[in-house]
């Protein structure tokens, strides 16, 4: 798919927004292995998450939309039938993960404490990402995984499984909660330390114990521990808002509303970072549901962004909101220097070299960094044709540089954007009316 974004002189409107990937990954998860029947409010139709729920199905769990019972927003809500851990059922083939490294992770470690074997397997671009980060701590514990290379297919040889401490060598909240989900099938309490926090919904939505020595996280899980049924609520994705934050931020003139957005002090760091480039950024009505923060934002055309620089503790916090944020600042007046996000190299393609090659392409003055990029900003942009790489923060960080350029920009791999914003389109056309064209 190929989509033609053309400058918008000016945006407003209230975007739909998706609800949030990670949370509704995981209240997937811990709905399968409840105790009982869990209603999921809002739950995502992104292509990531339907693959969660998809290999739950695989391994006996039963989803059910009621299109009598809706959420806030409409939605239905997805009512889950809890099996337990011990309730879950071997697959009758391999497990589809899809474009999804969240499913794949998270799921190789609630399997590897079930007495059966599983292959796990996805597209592609899943299968060149690094798998070994969850093959050692899951192996250490006693399970058994089998890869190539390094990379999926993953065979997970299920085993009684003994606790462990394991201090994360790589900042990831996937290693993390693959490690305290195949605790709970472990004998003893396993605990994960943290040097660097990273997003915390898994410790959040089982009411983990979480101790701060030292300046590092200790996250701690007893083996045997029930998951109890619930009502979950998926607040909106704050990664989807980043598009049409920076988009606000950036134009020339701009009143952006987006409701019920995620405000999880691990996930917010985007907020941090525009504000400190000066961007309008306002969070109202803020509330908790389902132990999750969530506000209203609002963002308004500052007249001028500056260079920053990005790097350090913050850099987990906001690392799928980068390239967006690369955008911003080659809008911005100045030098933006982002560092410590190698992790970026790792992703569905290799997002650093594929936001630095769109960004020169409209004609930014990009350096590339074995771990971020160096931005002069402020010479302008211009319309170009560019690769999304199939991946679709690209393509949509792409689309958002797009408002802005001198002519219009061709993006080819549009489709892209619906592994976590199968909305994103229609939801730029209502900000940014007659901008976009679809080919």
């Known amino acids: 798919m190929t989509v033609t974004v053309h400058p918008a002189a000016a945006l407003a409107g209230r975007p739909a927004l998706p609800a949030d990937k990670s949370v509704a990954h995981r209240a ?21 998450p339907q693959s969660t729920v998809a290999c739950l199905r695989a391994l006996g769990v039963a989803f059910e939309e009621r299109p009598d019972v809706l959420g806030a927003d409409g939605t239905p809500s997805l009512f889950v039938r809890g099996r337990g851990l011990d309730g879950l059922s071997a697959p009758d083939g391999p497990l589809d993960c899809g474009n999804s490294g969240t499913t794949m992770r998270l ?45 999926a297919p993953l065979v997970v ?27 709970l099938s472990a004998s003893g309490t396993t605990t994960v330390v943290e040097p660097v926090a990273t997003r915390d919904h898994t410790e959040r939505m089982l009411g983990l114990d979480v101790l701060v020595r030292g300046g590092e996280r200790h996250v701690s899980v007893d083996g045997g521990t029930t998951v109890r049924a619930r009502q979950w609520v998926v607040p909106r994705d704050v990664s989807a808002a980043a598009f049409f934050l920076v988009a606000g931020s950036i134009a020339e003139a701009a009143t952006i509303q987006l409701s019920g957005v995620g405000l ?8 941090d970072v525009l504000r400190a480039m000066g961007a309008d950024v306002r969070v109202s009505n803020e509330r908790e549901r389902g132990g999750e923060p969530l506000g209203d934002l609002r963002v308004e055309a500052p007249g001028g962004l500056v260079g920053v620089e990005i790097g350090g503790a913050i850099v ?16 911005a007046q100045g030098r933006t220097v982002i560092r410590d996000a190698e992790e970026l190299r790792v992703k569905e393609t290799d997002r650093i070299e594929a936001i630095a090659d769109v960004l020169r392409a409209m004609g930014a003055d990009v350096q590339e960094r074995p771990d971020g990029l160096v931005i002069e900003g402020g010479r302008g942009l211009k319309g170009a044709e560019v690769d999304a790489r199939d991946d679709h923060r690209i393509a949509m960080s792409a689309a958002v540089a797009a408002l802005v350029a001198d002519g219009p920009t061709t993006i080819h791999g549009a489709e892209a954007a619906a592994v976590s914003f199968p909305g994103f389109w229609d939801a730029l056309e209502s900000v940014a009316a007659g901008s976009v064209e679809a080919g």
């Open 264 to 271: 999880n002090p691990t996930r917010s760091g985007v907020l």
């Open 107 to 151: 799921l190789a470690g609630l399997l590897a404490g079930r007495p059966f074997t599983t292959t796990l397997v996805g597209d592609a671009s899943l299968s060149g990402r690094p798998m070994g980060r969850i093959a050692r701590p899951l192996g250490q514990m006693g399970a058994r995984i089998g890869m190539t290379d390094g990379h």
């Open 316 to 331: 987990p916090n906001l690392i799928d909101e980068i390239p967006v944020l690369a955008v911003a600042a080659a809008c």
């Open 157 to 183: 040889e299920g085993a009684p499984l003994s606790s462990i401490t394991y201090r994360l060598p790589v900042a990831s909240a996937q290693v993390k909660s693959a490690v305290l989900l195949a605790g």
């Open 28 to 48: 997937a998860l811990f709905a399968a292995i409840a105790d009982g029947e869990s209603e999921i409010v809002g739950f995502s139709d992104a292509a990531d």
